[in-house]
């Protein structure tokens, strides 16, 4: 059966349909809750000249031969208000999305520094993890090598249990 077969089968599928429209309006609250969220955000970097609707158009900005992009392109006016943004209350995926748009090469000592004191700060063990790639990314191997956290973080020690207590 073909992908096109599937999907075929899939709409003329009353069950399936059901099934997806109770998914939907499940979670409709949800992605109206992040919608508001992070609409603040959007506003402040739409008015500067980039037209998104989330957080995430930035961090997800290359062409792509199939998915239809919502941004393309660098956005260094942006990086001003994503560090605004990164200090103030977001739901947690919000916030991932800012560090993830932050974790571009050019975005400056300025971005590294908060990002910096944001992981050292930061309690959560999954957003302590986007905060350490996003470090590996952006700041020089000589000066994240002063940070051996970093590395321990994307790398825990295999003898020592993870969260869950389990042994890796």
Do not use: C
């Not at 109206?32 to 997800?60: C, F, H, M, P, T």
């Not at 959560?124 to 090598?145: C, E, F, G, Q």
């Amino acid at each position: 059966m073909t992908a096109k077969e599937l999907m075929d089968q899939l709409a003329n599928d009353p069950d399936y349909q059901r099934r997806m429209k109770e998914k939907e309006e499940r979670l409709k609250p949800i992605w109206d809750a992040r919608k508001k969220d992070q609409e603040e955000l959007v506003r402040e970097i739409n008015e500067i000249g980039y037209s998104i609707e989330s957080v995430y158009d930035l961090v997800n900005n290359a062409p792509h031969p199939v998915l239809e992009r919502k941004f393309i392109g660098p956005y260094p006016k942006a990086y001003p208000i994503l560090l605004k943004h990164l200090n103030l209350p977001h739901e947690k995926i919000i916030r991932e999305g800012i560090i993830r748009a932050l974790t571009e090469k050019d975005a400056g000592r300025e971005v590294e520094e908060a990002l910096l004191d944001n992981f050292q700060k930061e309690k959560d063990p999954d957003t302590k993890w986007v905060l350490a790639n996003a470090l590996s990314r952006i700041m020089p191997y000589h000066r994240r090598r002063k940070y051996p956290e970093i590395r321990k973080t994307l790398k825990p020690n295999k003898t020592e249990p993870d969260a869950t207590g389990q042994r890796r």
